[in-house]
T-cell receptor, first 109, second 117 residues
Framework: GQNIDQPTEMTATEGAIVQINCTYQ??????LFWYQQHAGEAPTFLSY??LDGLEEKGRFSSFLSRSKGYSYLLLKELQMKDSASYLC??????????WGAGTKLIIKP | GAVVSQHPSRVICKSGTSVKIECRSL??????MFWYRQFPKQSLMLMAT?????????EQGVEKDKFLINHASLTLSTLTVTSAHPEDSSFYIC?????????????FGPGTRLTVL
């Protein structure tokens, strides 16, 4: 079956760096997405990786290793507004998104 | 960027009534739209995939006669929850896929919070 694993919850301090890991097993691979979702809102797109390596976008970076079925989202210079759930999703061979359960990130002052 | 709207944003209805939720792509044509449901503290669950002009493809366990989907045009898809019951209370989110984005990205609507009393 298809499976996406990510930690349920993480806590970090304002101004620090946090890495959220995601491992996956899917039928085919057409890219991995990271989304941010604040409570009561729809997800917003953060990043997309389809080739191995690191994609950097401002304070956020995302890494992919297809051979290991592994990705991480790196958030730097954490701000209180970064408190949210972070969803890892893989697009399978049918171009459907397979979603992880999300990681709730709590930022403390 | 691509914008997707949903209407209504919140709805409260009595058990047994039907509720229609609209999903519109405002500045692009969506070849495919997806309907998701999300229960509290859980991830998104795909309900169905809707292609313009054809019947929706429902995920296993989703009743097609209860959740009616109509993708009448390249910019509009509707989800009708028929004979709603309290267990249908959830956050319903649509997304639209252009088929032309280099990122294969799905653009999400803001969601509809349904509460069935």
């Amino acid at each position: 079956g298809q499976n996406i694993d990510q930690p349920t919850e993480m806590t970090a301090t304002e101004g620090a760096i946090v890495q959220i890991n995601c491992t996956y097993q899917t039928s085919g691979f057409n890219g991995l997405f990271w989304y941010q979702q604040h409570a009561g809102e729809a997800p917003t797109f953060l990043s997309y990786n389809v080739l191995d390596g690191l994609e950097e976008k401002g304070r956020f970076s995302s890494f992919l290793s297809r051979s290991k079925g592994y990705s991480y989202l790196l958030l730097k210079e954490l701000q209180m507004k970064d408190s949210a759930s972070y969803l890892c999703a893989v697009m399978d061979s049918n171009y459907q998104l397979i979603w992880g359960a999300g990681t709730k990130l709590i930022i403390k002052p | 960027g691509a914008v997707v709207s949903q209407h209504p944003s919140r709805v409260i209805c009595k058990s047994g009534t039907s509720v229609k939720i609209e999903c519109r792509s405002l500045d692009f044509q969506a070849t495919t739209m997806f309907w998701y449901r999300q229960f509290p503290k859980q991830s998104l669950m795909l309900m169905a995939t809707s292609n313009e002009g054809s019947k929706a493809t429902y995920e296993q366990g989703v009743e097609k006669d209860k959740f009616l989907i109509n993708h009448a045009s390249l910019t509009l898809s509707t989800l009708t929850v028929t004979s709603a019951h309290p267990e249908d209370s959830s956050f319903y989110i649509c997304s639209a896929y252009t088929g032309t984005s280099g990122y294969n990205e799905q653009f999400f609507g803001p969601g509809t919070r349904l509460t069935v009393l």
